[in-house]
């Protein structure tokens, strides 16, 4: 099982960016399924834009199942934008 996301409009991600593959099901835990994510986008030129609670929703939600790859996808896709020289990535600390 993998995600691969398109913003609407814009074609799916080019073959060479990385995709997140996770093998058989999505991790369970909250912490590394939000670590996973923030990855994968940072790999591909993306950063997650969501509000905090909005997150950690959606993280709890994975966990207990309640959300399909489709649907976070979707949900990656819409809290997600380009790293640009307008719109950086936050500094590390």
């Given at each position: 099982m993998g995600l691969a996301l398109a913003?609407?409009?814009e074609p799916a991600l080019p073959p060479e960016c990385v995709t997140l593959t996770v093998a058989g099901?999505?991790?369970?835990?909250?912490p590394p399924a939000a670590?996973?994510?923030?990855?994968?986008?940072?790999?591909?030129?993306?950063?997650?834009?969501?509000?905090k609670l909005g997150a950690i929703r959606t993280m709890f939600a994975l966990a207990a199942g309640e959300l399909d790859e489709p649907a976070l996808?979707?949900?990656?896709?819409?809290n997600?934008?380009?790293?640009?020289?307008?719109?950086?990535?936050?500094?590390?600390?």
């Open positions: 913003r609407r409009g099901t999505i991790p369970a835990s909250p670590a996973a994510i923030g990855v994968f986008l940072a790999i591909n030129g993306y950063r997650l834009v969501a509000d996808a979707a949900w990656i896709a819409q997600s934008v380009p790293i640009t020289s307008q719109n950086p990535a936050p500094k590390s600390r």
